[in-house]
């Protein structure tokens, strides 16, 4: 039985700044986020699925890479459950 963990190549949000080391406020600012939702990507942090493609948008826009929630690992809330859940 295979691991997605240990399967799944898309990079984390943290590594596309580790790559590009983006300002935080300068990307809310163009993706029309709260800074506050950005940290929370950068820790792996469950965060709601408009701002997380707002923001990934926004650096493809500046890199011009194709940052998805499909191409990067981020953590999603589930608007329906008080829980978050990985999108994978």
């Not at 799944?8 to 700044?17: A, K, S, V, Y």
């Amino acid at each position: 039985m295979s691991d997605v963990a240990t399967t799944d190549t898309r990079p984390f949000f943290m590594d596309i700044w580790r790559e590009h080391h983006f300002r935080v406020d300068i990307v809310a600012r163009g993706a029309s986020v709260p800074v506050n939702t950005i940290f929370a990507l950068l820790r792996f942090r469950p965060v709601e699925s408009q701002n997380a493609i707002k923001v990934l948008a926004e650096l493809s826009s500046l890199y011009q890479q194709e940052y998805t929630i499909e191409t990067v690992r981020v953590k999603l809330i589930d608007k329906g459950d008080h829980h978050a859940k990985t999108i994978t």
